[in-house]
């Protein structure tokens, strides 16, 4: 190999060198780029990942922790370990030990019950039992079964609401003298069944005013309807005004937020505007010693239950909600469609108002009434 040659073999693997490491660099940078563009991407979608889930618990948490979302799922999760007579039983006690610390942190205590809740308990003697009554909390289904009870009709299949509410021969307390009530309320079993607050309210608005065919059925609540439109609707038509019409979410929540002037109208009404008025104020819980408050989230389990001990299991059950007027009010699609229109003043009145229904039957605050 002569001088020549050995010059050109020397030049020629330092231009590949460098060749190669030109492209080398031009590579590793694309690849390097390209892998922090992907590294971003990642991260970005775990960070709204994260959002949303933490979104998706704070509602699960915060509204979804409503006995309907939280307290079933906890009785299908101990179902296989715990028999459900315990569970039950448990949780009659921590409701009742709630109470009692709620009612006494609200300075409720009274041993005077009011005229007012008298007038919501039925009772059947044969069984000694008095039932207080909540609008939309499932009545019409245990006035079915008290019918039967109190030997009225033979079964509570085929009783329409209408049938149950107009021709049902009820004993109130309040027909009874002041000893036999004394006596009455010392020995006989007492319940009772409440439901979320809130879903309460949206369902009476659902059923009773913004279903027309029901509307123009129950006549009683027209004079609610023209109420609420001739305060709070601006430029109201004259059909509006005498028929109540088509009173709408904002309305009925402006309607219930003024509270005096609500009373005042309300002031000889007793069966119709409790289906509104706060639970605790129907029932008198604080003053009334019950054996056993429900819940209506939990109405197939607690029912069963409670007729179960009161030995009656086999006569008679509590109806499905194919009986019923369903208005979709527990659905959380339907119930934050609603509550999303309202102003974080509206919310916080409304809070105020119903406040002791949460805390008296231990359904925790809805996430999103501010604080205040």
Known sequence: MNDGEGQRIREEPAMNSKTSLDDFDSLSMKRYMLRWCALCMVAMVMIVAWEMGFYVASITEGRGSLPKYHTNRRHVSLSEKEDPKVIIEREQSERRSNLKK????????????????IK?????????LVYCFIPKVGCSNWKRIL???????DSVQGLTSDEVHINGKFKFLSTYGQEERTRILKDYNKFFFVRHPFERILSVFKNKLENLKNYRKNRHFHRFGREMIKRW???????ELLTGE??????????LTHTQRRRKFEMSDVYFSDHWTEMYKICSP????YDFIGLLENVAEESKYFLDKLGVGRKVQYLGSETSRPTNSSERSVYEKYYSQLSHEDLVKLWEIYKYDFQFFGYPKPWFVPDL
Not at 246 to 255: D, G, I, P, V
Not at 286 to 289: I, M, N
């Open 102 to 117: 709620e009612c006494e942190l609200a300075e409720m205590d009274s041993n005077t019950v009011s005229e007012y809740t």
């Open 120 to 128: 919501h308990m039925l009772v059947v003697e044969d069984y000694e």
């Open 147 to 153: 019918m039967v009870l109190d030997n009225q009709t």
């Open 233 to 239: 609707r601006s430029s109201a038509s004259q059909a």
């Open 246 to 255: 088509n009173a709408t979410w904002s309305e009925f929540l402006q309607y």
């Open 286 to 289: 604080c003053t009334v010693e």
